[in-house]
Nanobody
Framework: QLQLVESGGGLVQAGDSLRLSCTAS????????MAWFRQAPGKEREFVGG????????SYTDSVKGRFTIDRNNAKNAMWLQMNSLNAEDTAVYYC?????????????????????WGQGTQVTVSS
């Protein structure tokens, strides 16, 4: 069973950067579409960005475009979320997720239901 673990969260000031990591065990991330979601206090979990199974496509929610970047390394069985110019609205628990099988397709999914494996989340707090 694939297991995902996020790390790299913390408390930062507005304008700072953080790099979140998602590492996998019990299986390979190669070929799986993956994504980052986040959940702020009192709000529903939302899509932040994703990367396709073949690594050729990334997609981001409008509020993070130009500030956040996702990349992956299948050899390291890992994915990262580079977050720059953080602001208070980015405060949330960030989750990495992966689809259930490796399809190596050039699609990024936006709905939670399209992903099967989830990490436990890492807290990002941005003070203004």
């Amino acid at each position: 069973q694939l297991q995902l673990v996020e790390s790299g969260g913390g408390l930062v000031q507005a304008g700072d950067s953080l790099r979140l990591s998602c590492t996998a065990s019990g299986g390979t991330l190669s070929g799986r579409t993956m994504a980052w979601f986040r959940q702020a206090p009192g709000k529903e979990r939302e899509f932040v960005g994703g990367i396709s199974g073949n690594g050729g496509r990334t997609s981001y929610t409008d509020s993070v475009k130009g500030r956040f970047t996702i990349d992956r390394n299948n050899a390291k069985n890992a994915m990262w979320l580079q977050m720059n110019s953080l602001n208070a609205e980015d405060t949330a628990v960030y989750y990495c997720t992966a689809e259930g099988d490796a399809f190596y397709i050039d699609i990024v999914y936006f709905r939670e239901s399209q992903y099967d494996y989830w990490g436990q989340g890492t807290q990002v707090t941005v003070s203004s």
